[in-house]
C-alpha cells in the first residue's frame, strides 16, 4: 500500500512539474494537475489538499534531496582525493539548482510564501553541522576548525551566490567559471582563517 501512495504522489509530483514547465505556475490548478497525472480529482484530494500542499510538498522532496546529495558528495570526497570536497560539493549544488529550474522556483517561491523559512533554511544548517563534525577529514589536518560565525559566513557565501545566480537567470551556474570562483573564494577565506590562526 505504501508504495502504491509513492507512486501516485510521484505521478502527482510529475504532472505538476510538467504543467509549470509548460505553462507556468498561474496555469496550475488541482483538476488540470489530476488529469496530467491520469487519475481522478478524488483520488489527488487523498493525497493533498489543494495545489499549494502539491508544491510544499515538492520543495520538501527538493530540498532534502538537496541535503542528501551534498552529504554524499562530501563523504565521496573523504575517500576519492581526485576532486577536492570544496569542487566536490559547490558542483553537486549547483547541479541541483539545475534540474528543472523552472520548476525549483516555483516550488521554492510557494515553500517560502506559506511561512516555511526555518525548513528552507535546515538543509544548509545540516551542512554546516556535517563540515564541523568532519572538518579534518574534508580539509586537511592543518585546515584551521570551522565553527561558529566562520562556518556559517562560509557555508551561506556559497550558498548565496549559488541561489542568486538560479534566481536571477544567470548563465553562469552549469559554467566551469562559476564552479572557480566559488573554489577561489572558499579557498580564499579557508587561508585568511588559517593566517588569522597561525599569528
Known sequence: MQARACATMATIFEA?????????????????????????????????????AILIAMA??????????????????????DVSPVRKAIRTLVALHNDRPKVRRAVMAVHLANGFSSEHAKPVQEIAGFIAERNARLLGNKAPQLEGPSLFVLTRAVI???????EERSLLPGTMSLEDELVRLVEAYLGALQRTHTR
Open 60 to 81: 520538501r522532496q527538493r530540498l532534502a534531496k538537496d541535503e542528501r546529495l551534498v552529504r554524499q558528495a562530501l563523504a565521496g570526497a573523504e575517500v576519492d582525493q
Open 160 to 166: 548565496g551566490v549559488i541561489r542568486a545566480a538560479f
Open 16 to 52: 505538476t512539474a510538467r504543467i509549470i514547465e509548460r505553462d507556468g505556475i498561474a496555469a496550475l490548478n488541482t483538476n488540470r494537475i489530476a488529469e496530467r497525472a491520469g487519475i481522478g480529482i478524488g483520488t489527488l484530494y487523498e493525497y493533498f489538499p489543494n495545489k499549494n
